[in-house]
T-cell receptor, first 115, second 114 residues
Framework: ETGVTQSPTHLIKTRGQQVTLRCSSQ?????VSWYQQALGQGPQFIFQ???????GRGNFPPRFSGLQFPNYSSELNVNALELDDSALYLC??????????????FGPGTRLTVL | AQKVTQAQTEISVVEKEDVTLDCVYE???????LFWYKQPPSGELVFLIR??????QNEISGRYSWNFQKSTSSFNFTITASQVVDSAVYFC???????????FGTGTSLTVIP
């Protein structure tokens, strides 16, 4: 069974640029959630995708957007990067997007640095 | 208001000591789910346990045990006979019934000294 994978591992961008992070869900999972984890903090929910549609969103501005593909993989796009966007971005997959909180399994994350 | 509070920022113990990590949560929902995750230096969050609000039975898994008390809104995690490999940041998380969002605490960094 393949776990959650993310790419790239590390990324350095400058303020104002755009970035795309990628995530492949665990085998058998159809739901992907994205989290931002600042240094020394807990992960903060960005949004979740289920059946290629956004299925819940946290308190993040519209310049954070995403996609989910038919194979359940997902992308997180961030436009107009700000210094505060520097963080570890975690992707998590789960078995369904139902209202029951299924356990989320996390990938290794992408470390984004904005200069 | 913080939905999940982990008041212990950092804990250091000597190997083979027992250690308890505290988690206090806040929700108005009657249906909710609680989780513990371990985050080693590599960064990946590792799932440890899930509990729903209707199941207050304590659970033991090897050296790990969890004490869920609705009366005090707490879901504490105890490691018995700690080992160096237990060194990591541990996160408690809450998901409320009807929501697919996980609320994480700020984590407790555990260092086990050999």
């Amino acid at each position: 069974e393949t776990g959650v994978t993310q790419s790239p591992t590390h990324l350095i961008k400058t303020r104002g640029q755009q970035v795309t992070l990628r995530c492949s869900s665990q085998s058998g999972h159809n739901t992907v959630s994205w989290y931002q984890q600042a240094l020394g903090q807990g992960p903060q929910f960005i949004f979740q995708y289920y059946r290629e549609e956004e299925n819940g969103r946290g308190n993040f501005p519209p310049r954070f957007s995403g996609l989910q593909f038919p194979n359940y993989s997902s992308e997180l796009n961030v436009n107009a990067l700000e210094l505060d966007d520097s963080a570890l971005y975690l992707c998590a997959s789960s078995a369904s997007g139902s209202l029951r909180a299924d356990t989320q399994y996390f990938g290794p994350g992408t470390r984004l640095t904005v200069l | 208001a913080q939905k999940v509070t982990q008041a212990q920022t950092e804990i250091s113990v000597v190997e083979k000591e027992d250690v308890t990590l505290d988690c206090v949560y806040e929700t108005r929902d009657t249906t909710y789910y609680l989780f513990w995750y371990k985050q080693p230096p590599s960064g990946e969050l590792v799932f440890l346990i899930r509990r729903n609000s209707f199941d207050e039975q304590n659970e033991i898994s090897g050296r790990y045990s969890w004490n869920f008390q609705k009366s005090t809104s707490s879901f504490n995690f105890t490691i018995t006979a700690s080992q160096v490999v237990d060194s990591a940041v541990y996160f408690c998380a809450l998901s409320e019934g009807g929501s697919n969002q996980f609320y994480f605490g700020t984590g407790t960094s555990l260092t086990v000294i050999p």
